[in-house]
């Protein structure tokens, strides 16, 4: 069984950036993780992801560059970089992981998730 823990979230200015991080309990080697958000009244949308073959990371495609994704395998952790944050990027954010080396962007295909931390960026 895995369990995920973000830590990291904050209240920042716009253009500001945090770094976000996920540490899971038990092996997550073989497991392809991704990072989701969820605004306040939406729904909960992919960010980006790596597979466990080191596949990616792949963003969606609304984030522009300025996130970036890495996972240590050996500290079982995965790191979101997150730069020139804006207005648009506060939410809940959540770490999630799924058995397979696909990065599907439906949470309905990961399995595993965390609690979520909140971000918020005023200007």
């Known amino acids: 069984q895995v369990q995920l823990a973000e830590s990291g979230g904050g209240s920042v200015q716009a253009g500001d950036s945090l770094t976000l991080s996920c540490a899971a309990t038990g092996s997550t080697v073989r497991y392809t993780m991704a990072w989701f958000r969820q605004a306040p009244g939406k729904e909960r949308i992919f960010v980006g992801g790596i597979s466990w073959d080191g596949n990616g990371p792949n963003y969606a495609d609304s984030l522009s560059g300025r996130f970036e994704i890495s996972r240590d395998n050996n500290k079982e952790t995965l790191v979101l970089q997150m730069n020139n944050l804006k207005r648009e990027d506060t939410a809940v954010y959540y770490c999630?992981?799924?058995?397979?080396?696909?990065?599907?962007?439906?949470?309905?295909?990961?399995?595993?998730w965390g609690q979520g931390t909140q971000v918020t960026v005023s200007s």
């Open positions: 999630a992981g799924r058995t397979g080396q696909t990065l599907p962007h439906q949470t309905y295909d990961y399995r595993y």
